[in-house]
């Protein structure tokens, strides 16, 4: 169903009609009659045939949550992962902070420091689940698409702050030798097909 | 009074507190059951197969909470309000027969604790005593939202009363009895003989007013839906409220009772078929109790007093005097 018959606010044309709302009855008679009528035009049926009909199809929308649960979208935020490159299983993240600086929460604190090879590595890296808000932005600007927006959204916590270590966010290694690690749909998230529009840089100038 | 007939009215009694105690729980259960399945819900599930032990677990939970007693509030009122809406309802149990007499051991058992000759004023007085638990303890909470729904069931029951009364008087006039047993008598004919052929207009006033006498839904005015607030009932916790909510459901399994009995032939010839009817009728009519919930949006306090005081009894009256013109020519 295509959204034009709601964008269309043109009250000329299409399905629109006026309700047919009487005047209220000003003098007693009006009333009584107005009274006598509503009596006998048995809508109060009409709303009990509905709830009956309800209870006869039996077409119940519960969802019993613990045991069933509605599937969410891949462009849902909830808590969130660490991804791993899929040529070498290393960590993607290359510790640049930027995720740091745009948390509008502050909740993010990463920690880096140069390695025996001269490569930058992360040496603490935790979000406060207690203060994210799941904005988005982090995974939004981070350039490697190293952290990412996850499903799991049962984070509940007997403390108010409620910290999430890197190695807690990072894909298990397992997982991810099995190939099962999800790439993130969502904010953030490169398109698909975005080879096919890649072009060459134009040089000649 | 031989002692066999003391012995014999105790069990009687004792089994009727009872049953309809539990039925009372059992009673929570359906309406949660039926309101869920009108809204395309589930309801309670999660305690027992399909949630059927949920009044049990409903019952420990009310016998186990503390009894809190609020400073500010006239305590020996405050106590004894909830006592008074459980107590007169299952008073005016004694005066309903809830099944035919049956031969049980070669002894011939009527399932009425009395059959006495005012049968249905005692019953209609014994209920609207029972205006006294929610007004009592609505004006004894010290809770401005209580006293509210206090004032507005001391009105909505006074008044239905007066509807109640006046349409039960020309079936009472056609019977010439008014013990219950008299009226089952009346109508033991068949279908053909039941009250409500004669006397329609009655049935469905009485019906109208059964729902005020209980305070469901359309004129579930007891509780103060608007202001969010549970009425009357606020300050009260555990037992001290489930007597209330016990009060509640035994009236409306009794006027279930009422109603069959007085209009739709009760329970017939006496026969077994005839016991079924009887609570057959009986369960439509707690049915509808819980059909309306879920049906029918609740009427103002003014439309509530505008429907008794200008529509209901003026019609009863009209009844009345109807009815005597035919029955005098």
């Given at each position: 169903?295509?959204?034009?018959a709601?964008?269309n606010r ?9 309700c047919?709302i ?10 009584f ?12 049926f ?6 009956m ?8 929308h519960t969802i ?39 948390c ?5 604190r ?47 916590s007997?403390q ?22 999800l ?8 398109t698909?097909h ?7 840089t134009?040089?000649?100038? | ?23 009372a ?10 309101l ?5 819900r ?7 197969p ?8 409903d019952?420990i939970k ?5 009894d ?7 305590a ?12 007169t309802?299952?008073m ?27 049968g ?5 007085g ?11 303890g ?6 401005k ?6 004032a ?29 047993i008299?009226f089952n008598?009346y ?6 003989n039941?009250?409500?052929?004669s006397?329609?207009?009655?049935f ?8 005020a006498?209980t ?11 608007h ?8 300050e009260?916790?555990?037992?001290r409220?489930?007597l ?30 005839g ?7 009986m ?13 029918w949006?609740?009427v103002?306090p003014?439309q509530?007093?505008?429907?008794c005081?200008k ?14 013109f035919?029955?005098m020519?």
């Open positions: 169903m295509s959204l034009e709601f964008n043109n009250v000329t044309e299409g399905d629109y009609f006026l047919d009487e005047d209220y009855p000003q003098d007693g008679w009006g009333k009659k107005r009274v006598v009528k509503r009596t006998f035009r048995g809508e109060l009409v709303g009990l045939w509905v709830v009909r309800e209870m006869i199809r039996f077409d119940i019993q949550y613990p045991q069933e649960k509605m599937p969410i979208g891949p462009r849902y935020r909830a808590v969130h992962q660490m991804k791993r490159l899929w040529e070498s299983d290393t960590e993607r993240c290359i510790g640049c902070g930027l995720c740091e600086k745009i509008i929460s502050d909740c993010i990463i920690d880096t420091r140069i390695d025996e090879n001269s490569r930058k590595e992360v040496t603490e890296y935790t979000i406060n689940l207690g203060r994210c808000i799941f904005c988005g932005y982090c995974a939004e600007v981070c350039p490697e698409l190293a952290i990412t927006h996850g499903g799991e959204y049962e984070n509940a007997d108010r702050e409620h910290f999430l270590l890197y190695e807690d966010m990072l894909t298990p290694i397992d997982k991810m030798k099995a190939g099962k690690q790439e993130f749909e969502g904010f953030g998230s490169i698909p975005e080879d096919e529009r890649v072009k060459k134009p040089l000649a100038y | 009074m031989d002692s066999a007939y003391l012995i014999e009215t105790i069990i009687k009694v004792v089994v009727i507190l009872l049953v309809f105690s539990a039925l729980g059992i009673g929570t259960y359906f309406e949660r059951k039926v869920a399945f009108m809204q395309r589930l309801g309670p599930m999660n305690v027992g399909y949630g059927v032990l949920q009044f049990g677990a019952a009310l016998f186990t909470k503390e809190i007693i609020p400073t500010g509030v006239v020996p009122i405050f106590k004894i309000a909830p006592v008074i809406t459980a107590a309802a299952f005016a149990a004694a005066a309903i027969p809830f099944l035919p007499s049956f031969e049980i051991f070669g002894y011939e058992v009527h399932p009425i604790v009395s059959d006495i000759n005012v249905i004023i005692y019953i209609l014994v209920m609207a005593v029972g205006l006294y638990g929610p007004l009592l609505g004006m004894a909470s010290a809770n939202y209580s006293l509210i729904s206090a507005r069931a001391a009105a909505v029951f006074i008044s239905y009363e007066v509807v109640t009364g006046l349409a039960i008087l020309a079936p009472i006039m056609m019977v010439g009895s008014l013990s219950l008299d008598e109508q033991a004919g068949g279908i053909g039941w009250i409500v052929w006397q329609p207009v009655a469905i006033l009485f019906w109208i007013a059964a729902f006498e305070g469901r839904t359309p004129f579930h005015l007891i509780a103060n839906d202001e969010i607030i549970d009425g009357f009932g606020t009260y916790s555990g037992m409220w489930g209330f909510f016990i009060g509640e459901y035994a009236n409306m399994f009794f006027i279930s009772f009422v109603i069959p009995l007085l209009f739709l032939g009760g329970y017939g010839d006496g026969s077994f078929l016991a079924l009817g009887l609570l057959a009728k369960s439509f009519f707690f049915f509808f109790f819980l059909w309306t919930r879920a049906a949006p609740d103002r003014d509530l007093m505008w429907l005081w529509v209901l009894m003026p019609i009863a009256v009209i009844n009345v005097v109807i009815t005597g035919v029955m020519f």
